[in-house]
């Protein structure tokens, strides 16, 4: 059976958070403006891409609408912080390369949905997953609706030809979790992210993994070779 994986990028491939923090910590700065929440404290805001995340921590809440033109003039300085920070080192967690690697070898298509500009997840995958083959990648910008919204998710299945059946998505927050949820398609959580913890199960994740690398034999157990 033709098979794919959907991988969600931040905090699922690569812990890019403290270099998200810190670019929009330096570009407040650089402005002058306060933030409500803290590098602990904002971590949780993640999930649903980089301008929505400028506008918890300038508010402090999830839902926060800040005075608009502190927010454009943070989400663009942040963007130039952020270029510099992004390959500053290698995000990977551990077994990332490797497990994909395998994934491919059995036959499984990779894609990634992210809430992430493209302008970002190109450079990531180019520079720490080179040699890996993406069948298809959709960032927030490669479409009018980000995550939650399943059109990603659908947009990926229909380039790749497949039924929601045949895909699995895997992911760190509430926001895949939903995403996979609409778009009819297996979810398995990762503890180690930004989100779910031990909380995935509840929160409707069918399936919770602590390190990347057991995604392997999870996977080989959910859809055996030659079904
Ligand atoms: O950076 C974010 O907030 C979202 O990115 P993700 O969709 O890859 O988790």
């Given amino acids: 059976m033709a098979k794919a994986l959907i991988c969600d990028l931040d905090g699922t491939l690569f812990d890019t958070y403290p270099e998200i923090y810190a670019a929009v910590a330096a570009a407040a700065r650089g402005l002058g403006l306060e933030l409500a929440a803290d590098e602990q404290a904002a971590r949780g805001f993640m999930g649903g891409g980089l301008s929505r995340f400028a506008k918890r921590v300038l508010t402090g809440e999830m839902d926060g609408e800040p005075d608009p033109e502190d927010h454009e003039r943070l989400f663009k300085r942040a963007q130039l912080e952020y270029k510099h920070l992004l390959l500053s080192r290698n995000s990977l967690y551990d077994g990332v390369p490797e497990t994909l690697r395998d994934l491919r070898e059995e036959g499984w298509q990779l894609a990634i949905a992210t809430n992430k500009l493209e302008m970002f997840t190109r450079p990531l995958l180019e520079c720490f997953l080179g040699d890996i083959d993406f069948a298809c990648v959709r960032c927030r910008d490669s479409q009018p609706q980000a995550k939650p919204d399943p059109a990603m998710v659908h947009d990926i299945l229909a380039r790749l030809g497949l039924a929601p059946v045949q895909a699995l998505f895997v992911g760190d927050t509430l926001v895949d979790v939903a995403t996979a949820r609409a778009a009819g398609v297996r979810m ?14 509840e929160l409707g994740a069918d399936h919770l993994i602590d390190d990347f690398a057991e995604l392997l034999p999870l996977v080989r157990r959910l859809v055996p070779a030659g079904k």
Avoid: K, N, T
């Fill in 188 to 201: 398995i959580g990762v503890s180690y992210g930004y989100h779910l913890g031990e909380d995935a199960r």
